[in-house]
């Protein structure tokens, strides 16, 4: 019988993933990640969420253990998070924390245990070619989360099950009803996943100092005054307190050399709307890169894939041109490449 360890998070997803497995026959076991020390109890959820998945295993009669990954987090997640704030960019932690924490030391973790592989909730399925093997898009369209996954590279996906790549969200609510887990009704975390559901300019800033700055026109005029450029991302509408009448204010640009916040009106500014990018930071799942032409990408984890044109400008960056112009693309954001269901790999927006 092949040993496979579960990530259970205390949620829905991993706790149903965990049950299937067992369903198909093979030696189950789990642990919980600690990603995060704090001691604000008033937004940390480790706690109930770690009495949530022990529940969960002793229903399913699985042996469960804690094991604190903090240090590798914070080490590899958490200071590139900074950093990139400070470089007036808007990072996805939760990709980094995926190839790095639950893909790699999670991973290293399990397979030296003896297991054959890791499991998690992840909605996303994978296939294997004669080229290798691929991640794809999950069943259930509206939960797929290859987006998330597009850095893991051949032996991750190798040695993971993804247990609900090939069923909905509505499903995995169903079983878990049906097994009276004390997860079945429990909502889906939100937000990034140390911080919890702080509000996020408070978290930010106990890491890096307030630098008020000028909110102006694409020609100079001012119109507000910003807190500091890291608490605001392109496309933002939000917490910009600018009165007046006329259409809403959006983030458009900003400009670290004179500390300012450009904004413009309308949702359709020609400056929210862009029909190239390019990328550097590029990591296929494969291992190499997928021959120049046409394919499909996405700029964020919530938005349509687009119909683009992918050229390489050198070895370490690439360039997209999307057949229509796409709203918000947003430096620091990761963007990510489709051939039909096929996850290819992706880059960080520059």
């Not at 046409?294 to 894939?305: G, L, N, P, W």
Request: with cysteine; aromatic share 10%; charged share 25%.
């Amino acid at each position: 019988m092949s040993k496979v360890v579960v990530g259970l998070s205390g949620g829905v997803d991993s706790s149903v993933a965990a049950y299937l497995l067992k369903e198909q026959g093979f030696d189950v076991s789990a642990i919980f990640m600690q990603n995060w020390e704090d001691s604000d109890s008033d937004y940390c959820t480790i706690k109930q969420d770690s009495i949530d998945a022990i529940s969960v295993a002793d229903i399913l009669g699985i042996d469960i253990n804690i094991i604190n990954f903090s240090k590798e987090y914070k080490d590899r997640v958490f200071s590139y998070f900074l950093q990139e704030y400070k470089n007036g960019r808007t990072p996805n932690p939760d990709i980094l924390c995926n190839s790095e924490i639950k893909f790699k030391a999670f991973l290293e973790h399990a397979l030296k245990s003896g297991a054959v592989a890791i499991a998690t909730g992840h909605y996303v399925d994978k296939i294997t070619t004669s080229q290798g093997t691929f991640l794809t898009k999950a069943f259930d369209s509206n939960k797929d989360q290859s987006y998330f996954l597009y850095r893991l590279n051949q032996h991750q996906i190798k040695h993971a099950i993804f247990p609900l790549g090939k069923i909905t969200k509505s499903e995995v609510r169903k079983i878990a009803s049906k097994l009276n887990l004390p997860t079945a009704e429990k909502k889906d975390s939100t937000g990034i996943c140390f911080i919890g559901e702080r509000p996020f300019r408070e978290f930010l800033k106990q890491y890096m100092p307030t630098k008020y700055g000028k909110m102006v026109t694409p020609d100079g005029k001012i119109v507000g005054e910003h807190i500091g450029l890291m608490y605001y991302t392109i496309g933002q509408r939000k917490g910009l307190g600018i009165g007046g009448l006329g259409d809403a204010w959006f983030v458009a640009d900003k400009n670290l050399e004179t500390n300012e916040l450009i904004v413009v009106q309308g949702h359709a500014h020609p400056l929210l709307l862009k029909k190239e990018l390019i990328a550097n930071q590029l990591s296929f799942i494969l291992g190499k890169k997928p021959a120049e032409g046409k394919y499909t990408a996405k700029t964020r984890y919530r938005m349509q894939e687009a119909k683009c044109t992918l050229t390489y400008i050198d070895e370490n960056q690439l360039k997209l041109v999307f057949d229509e112009s796409q709203w918000a693309i947003t430096p620091g954001q990761s963007v990510v490449i489709y051939d039909d269901t096929i996850c290819l790999g992706g880059g960080i927006i520059l």
